[in-house]
Antibody, heavy 119, light 107 residues
Framework: QVQLQESGPGLVKPSQTLALTCTVSGDSISSGTYYWTWIRQYPGKGLEWIGYIYYSGNTFYNPSLKSRVTISVGTSNNQISLNLGSVTAADTAVYYC???????????WGQGTTVTVSS | DIQMTQSPSSLSASVGDSVTISCRASQSIGSYLNWYQQEPGKAPKLLIYAASHLQRGVPSRFSGSGSGTDFTLTIGSLQPEDLGTYYCHQSYTTPATFGQGTRLEIK
């Protein structure tokens, strides 16, 4: 059974960098089948795609965040990292990591982690 | 970006009713349309992928149809556990985008 677990600080100060890790179990990031994505959900419930990374290391980011976001393979080969710089209160959201295939949707989601940006 | 517009934004229905939710894309996305259910306090769950394909383990009362710009999710014979918010999602191009959600309440 594939499971994804997000981890990281729940509170980040404005202008700092939000750093989250997604640990994948039951599948290998390098399997070559899926993309690994970060999505966030605002308090008002809207969903925003942040970006994704393929096993090859290729990344694709939402243009609205591109200058501030980096998705990479973590220090453990079965982890995905998200870094979002220069955060403001508008970045307060629940952050999800997830697994997907373009034609087959996003089939596995982590439970999500709440990040609040506040001084 | 491709805009995804869902209707209605909310609805209330009784157990046993049939319910339909619509999703319209601002440009053609072929069949790259997926539907998710989000129960309160949980992550979204994939119901339908590629517009009309039922995800493994999802009850057959859920069905999807459409292509191009207009899509529909139908829940036949509504059950109490179907409450939550439903989202459509286009995976045709980046950035992937989601509809604003349809909140389903069980009377």
């Amino acid at each position: 059974q594939v499971q994804l677990q997000e981890s990281g600080p729940g509170l980040v100060k404005p202008s700092q960098t939000l750093a989250l890790t997604c640990t994948v179990s039951g599948d290998s990031i390098s399997s070559g089948t899926y993309y690994w994505t970060w999505i966030r959900q605002y308090p008002g419930k809207g969903l925003e795609w942040i970006g994704y990374i393929y096993y090859s290391g290729n990344t694709f980011y939402n243009p609205s965040l591109k200058s501030r976001v980096t998705i990479s393979v973590g220090t453990s080969n079965n982890q995905i990292s998200l870094n979002l710089g220069s955060v403001t209160a508008a970045d307060t959201a629940v952050y999800y990591c997830a697994r997907g295939i373009r034609l087959y949707g996003i089939d596995v989601w982590g439970q999500g982690t709440t990040v609040t940006v506040s001084s | 970006d491709i805009q995804m517009t869902q209707s209605p934004s909310s609805l209330s229905a009784s157990v046993g009713d049939s319910v339909t939710i619509s999703c319209r894309a601002s440009q053609s996305i072929g069949s790259y349309l997926n539907w998710y259910q989000q129960e309160p306090g949980k992550a979204p769950k994939l119901l339908i992928y590629a517009a009309s394909h039922l995800q493994r383990g999802v009850p057959s009362r859920f069905s999807g149809s459409g292509s191009g710009t207009d899509f529909t999710l139908t829940i036949g014979s509504l059950q109490p556990e179907d409450l939550g918010t439903y989202y459509c999602h286009q995976s045709y191009t980046t950035p992937a985008t989601f509809g604003q959600g349809t909140r389903l309440e069980i009377k």
